[in-house]
């Protein structure tokens, strides 16, 4: 279902832009939620945005730095991170949440298979 695309290897205080797509017919009804987990780490959310794209949400972490947008035409959502930390590294996964809910609390259904964010000092 779902494939991240847009990851790869930026210094401190660059920018990247994940891009999560779907390539079937209900896209416009899925919230769809970012998570990342680092090495020995538990994967985290990092932010979500409403399946008709009214609404965001953001963990602390990065407020102020990624932007969620989406394209329903285009079955396209896109993580902008600018200003990234070191501590930003990590394997990024975009995952769906069917049924046009929220807030994205939910269990997810659907995840992608990962895009690896690389941010060095």
């Known amino acids: 279902h779902l494939v991240e695309s847009g990851g790869g290897l930026v210094q401190a205080g660059g920018s990247l832009r994940l891009s999560c797509t779907d390539s079937g017919r209900f896209f416009v009804s899925y919230t769809i939620r970012w998570f990342r987990q680092a090495p020995g780490k538990e994967r985290e959310s990092v932010a979500a945005?409403?399946?008709?794209?009214?609404?965001?949400r953001y963990a602390d972490s990065v407020k102020g730095r990624f932007t969620l947008s989406r394209d329903n035409t285009e079955n396209t959502v896109n993580l902008k991170m600018n200003s990234l930390k070191p501590e930003d590294t990590a394997v990024y996964y975009c995952?769906?949440?069917?049924?046009?809910?929220?807030?994205?609390?939910?269990?997810?259904?659907?995840w992608g298979q990962g895009t690896q964010v690389t941010v060095s000092s």
């Open positions: 945005i409403k399946w008709n794209g009214d609404d965001t």
């Open positions: 995952a769906a949440l069917p049924g046009r809910l929220w807030p994205p609390s939910a269990p997810y259904k659907y």
